[in-house]
C-alpha cells in the first residue's frame, strides 16, 4: 500500500467525460489499496475564460480579485472530480486550497507556498476516502485566496506530495514521458525512461512544457519521486525523474533540446562598470516581480560595460520601462531590446565529464549558418540565444548532431 | 452618512457592462459619503449551468461538491464588481461567505444563517472601502461551503444588514417594487409605495417572485428597512417594506393578489383519527428536507380523517414515495395526489378589520365557474387551490374584485 498523488492538468479534465476517465483511473489505485490525494488544475479554457472576463471590466485586473476570480477554476473540478468519484462508488471528498489549508505569501497572481496543513488530509486518506485538491491555489495569512501563477497545480502536487510525504507524485498529462525535445519540431524525437532532477529542471524552465519549474525545484528539494504520465494511455511507466544520475548506466552526453520561443532579451550598453550595477539593474526588474532568465555581463573597457539579461516576451515592454528609469540613475548610455529572439539549449549531465561538447555545439550551427546572440553555460547545459526564425532549425540540427535520434 | 446593504440579483450583473453600471451606481452612493456593502448573486444562468454540469457526471449530485461547485458562480461576480469599482476610482474588496465569515449550519444546499462576523467588513467600511460580498453562500464550522438555495442573495443581503445594523437593505432587481399582482397576468397591477413585512411575507411565500421569503422572515425579526428597486432606472423610491402598517392611512383591505403555479398537493385518506398523525406525516416529509407550504386536516368521521398538504412541484414524487411508507405505519387507506394546481391567495393587513373578505372572494371566483379545491386561511390572507388552468382568471378576478385595478 502506498500515498500516491496525481496531478492532473486541464486537457485531463476538460469535459465531463474525461473528468469520469480520470475518476476510473482514481478508482483503480483507490481497489488496489493505495492512498490517493488527487490535483486537479481548472478544466482547459476556463482559466482564460475568466481572465478575458476580468479583462473585460479592467484592462490591468487587481491581482487580490483576479485571485478570486481565477480560483474558481478548480474548485469547480475538484467538485465535478469527487461527484465522479462518488457516482462510482469510491468515497471522495474535495479540498479548495484554503479548505486543505496551503498557506502561501500574499504575492497575487505568483504567490509561493509557505506551508501545507496535512491533517484534514490525513484524517480523510485514513478512512478509505480519496482526497481531491484544487491545484493552483492557496490562502494567505489574512484568508485572501492566492494563487500560484500558470502551471501551479504541478507545485501544488509537488507540494502535497511532500507534506504528506506520498511514495510518489504522478503528474499526468497530455504526453507520455519527456522527450528529447519537442516531438512537434522533431519528430525523431525519444521518449525518456529516466531524467535527472537536474537535467529536468533545465528542460523545464527552458521551455519544455511538460513541467513547470518550480514544481521540479519543489520535488528535487524535499526528495519526491516524480513521475510524469500521459492520462489518456492506460500502459506505459512515463519518465521517471530520478534524485541521482544511474552510475550503471551509459550516461548520454546529452539528454535533450530544450527550447523556449517565449523571451525577450535587454541590454544596456555604457554602465559605469562598478560594485553593485546587477543589482540595482535586476532589483527594480525583481521588485516588479519580472523573472530573469538569462544574465549576461561580458568584461567591460573604457570604465563601461554592457548588461543582458531575457525576460518572458509578456514582460518585455514592463521591463523595458523599468530600465529607462535605471539608466538614468546609473548614467548608462543606451537601453536596447529585442523581443524576436528564442533560446535553444542543450542539457546533459553527462556534459560534466566530456568536454568539446560546447564547440560541438557551435559548430553544428555554424555550419547552417545560424548566427549566435547570446551564449551562456551551466554544469549541464549550454544555451544559445537565436533570432526566433531559426529555432525549428537550430533544434533539428543539434538533436540530430548529439546522436539524440537514434 | 448611512450605511447601507445594496442587494443585486443575477440579471442585474448579467454581463460585464451591467457590472460597470451596478459600480456606477455604487459609485454615486459612495460619493455621497454613505457607507456601501454590496451582495451580489452570480451572473444569470451562471448558476444553473454549474448545476447541469455536475448532473452531467452524477444524476442526483453529492450536496456538499454541488455547494462546492455553485458557490464559484457568485466567486466570480463579487470579483468583477470589485474590479469595475476600483476601475472607476472606488476602492472595494471582495469577500466570499468564508471570507466574511457567515457562519452557517451543514445543511447543504438549503443552508441556514447561524451567525455573521461583522468585524473584516466594518473595518474596511470605516477605511472608506466598499464592501463586496458574496450572497448565496457560507461555511460551516467544518469550513465547508454552504449554499443557502435558490434565492439566498436576498437573504444574505438582509442577514447582513441585520449584522452591520444597516439603516436600509435595498434588494435591487428587474422590477421597479413590489406590484399588487404580477403585471404579466394583471396589466393593470399597480406599484405599492409600502407593504407591511406580514403582508410581504404571504406574498412572497405565495410566489410572489420579488423577495425570497427567508430574507422578509430575516428583515421582520431584525427589523431591517427594506427596500424593493430596480436596477435598471436611476429614478424611482421602490417599495418600503414597513415594520407597521400606517394607522394614519386608509387602509385598503387588500393589499394584493399572490399565486403560486409551482404547487402541487398530496392527500393522506382514511388516517386513523388519532393524536400525534400529523407529526408522523411531516416529520418525514421534514426529514427529507421537503417544504410543506398549506396544511389541511379537517374533522374526521367513522375513526377516520383525511390529511392534506402543499408542496413544491418539484418536490412532488420524492413526497409521495415518502407517504407511500408512512401509510403502512399509520394504516391509512390511500394517497391521492395532484401536482396540476395552482395556489393563489388575497393577502392584506386590511382584513383584521373588515369581516365579509373570504365570502367576496368565494362569490367572485363562483361567478366564474371555478371551483375551489382547498381554502386555508391566516389572519391577513385567504388563500384558494384551484386547478391550475384557471389562474390567469382567477387572478384577474379577485385584482378587479377588491379594486385593486383604480
Given at each position: 500500500m502506498a500515498l500516491i498523488v496525481q496531478k492532473y492538468g486541464g486537457t485531463s479534465v476538460g469535459n465531463p467525460e474525461r473528468i469520469k476517465n480520470v475518476a476510473k483511473r482514481v478508482a483503480k489505485f483507490h481497489a488496489q489499496g493505495h492512498q490517493v490525494v488527487v490535483v486537479v488544475s481548472a478544466m482547459s479554457g476556463e482559466t482564460n475564460k475568466l481572465i478575458a472576463l476580468a479583462k473585460e471590466i479592467q484592462a490591468n485586473p487587481d491581482p487580490r480579485e483576479l485571485d478570486q476570480i481565477c480560483s474558481t477554476g478548480e474548485?469547480?473540478?475538484?467538485?465535478?472530480?469527487?461527484?465522479?468519484?462518488?457516482?462510482?462508488?469510491?468515497?471522495?471528498?474535495?479540498?479548495?486550497?484554503?479548505?486543505?489549508?496551503?498557506?502561501?505569501d500574499s504575492t497575487f497572481t505568483k504567490a509561493r507556498i509557505l506551508s501545507i496543513d496535512e491533517s484534514n488530509m490525513r484524517a480523510d486518506l485514513d478512512a478509505g476516502k480519496v482526497v481531491v485538491v484544487a491545484g493552483f491555489q492557496g490562502v494567505d495569512a489574512n484568508g485572501n485566496i492566492t494563487t500560484l501563477g500558470r502551471g501551479g497545480s504541478d507545485t501544488s502536487g509537488v507540494a502535497l506530495a511532500a507534506a504528506l510525504?506520498?511514495?510518489?507524485?504522478?503528474?499526468?498529462?497530455?504526453?507520455?514521458?519527456?522527450?528529447?525535445?519537442?516531438?512537434?519540431?522533431?519528430?525523431?524525437?525519444?521518449?525518456l525512461d529516466t531524467i535527472t532532477f537536474e537535467e529536468m529542471l533545465e528542460m523545464a524552465s527552458l521551455?519544455?512544457?511538460?513541467?513547470?519549474?518550480?514544481?521540479?525545484?519543489?520535488?528535487?528539494?524535499?526528495?519526491?519521486?516524480?513521475?510524469?504520465?500521459?492520462?489518456?494511455?492506460?500502459?506505459?511507466?512515463?519518465?521517471?525523474?530520478t534524485v541521482e544520475e544511474d552510475k550503471n548506466m551509459e550516461q548520454p552526453i546529452i539528454s535533450g533540446i530544450a527550447f523556449n520561443r517565449d523571451e525577450a532579451k535587454l541590454t544596456m550598453l555604457g554602465v559605469p562598470d562598478t560594485p553593485g550595477i546587477a543589482y540595482q539593474i535586476l532589483g527594480a526588474i525583481a521588485d516588479a516581480n519580472i523573472d530573469v532568465d538569462m544574465i549576461i555581463q561580458n568584461v567591460g573597457h573604457d570604465g563601461t560595460t554592457d548588461f543582458s539579461f531575457t525576460v518572458n516576451r509578456g514582460d518585455f515592454a514592463k521591463a523595458q520601462a523599468i530600465l529607462e528609469t535605471v539608466?538614468?540613475?546609473?548614467?548608462?548610455?543606451?537601453?536596447?531590446?529585442?523581443?524576436?529572439?528564442?533560446?535553444?539549449?542543450?542539457?546533459?549531465?553527462?556534459?560534466?565529464?566530456?568536454?568539446?561538447?560546447?564547440?560541438?555545439?557551435?559548430?553544428?550551427?555554424?555550419?547552417?549558418?545560424?548566427?549566435?546572440?547570446m551564449i551562456s553555460t551551466s554544469e549541464i547545459k549550454i544555451s544559445v540565444v537565436l533570432d526566433e526564425k531559426y529555432l525549428e532549425l537550430a533544434v533539428r540540427v543539434l538533436h540530430r548532431t548529439f546522436g539524440l535520434d537514434q
Open positions: 474548485q469547480v473540478t475538484i467538485g465535478l472530480l469527487s461527484m465522479a468519484l462518488k457516482a462510482i462508488g469510491v468515497p471522495a471528498r474535495s479540498y479548495t486550497g484554503g479548505q486543505v489549508k496551503v498557506l502561501t510525504k506520498a511514495d510518489e507524485c504522478q503528474i499526468y498529462t497530455d504526453v507520455d514521458g519527456v522527450y528529447t525535445t519537442d516531438p512537434r519540431v522533431v519528430p525523431e524525437a525519444k521518449k521551455g519544455s512544457k511538460v513541467l513547470q519549474i518550480r514544481s521540479v525545484e519543489f520535488a528535487g528539494k524535499y526528495k519526491v519521486k516524480l513521475r510524469v504520465l500521459s492520462s489518456f494511455q492506460d500502459e506505459g511507466e512515463g519518465t521517471l525523474i539608466k538614468a540613475t546609473l548614467g548608462a548610455r543606451e537601453i536596447t531590446g529585442d523581443n524576436k529572439i528564442c533560446k535553444v539549449s542543450a542539457v546533459g549531465v553527462g556534459m560534466r565529464s566530456h568536454p568539446g561538447v560546447a564547440s560541438k555545439m557551435f559548430k553544428a550551427l555554424a555550419d547552417e549558418g545560424i548566427n549566435i546572440q
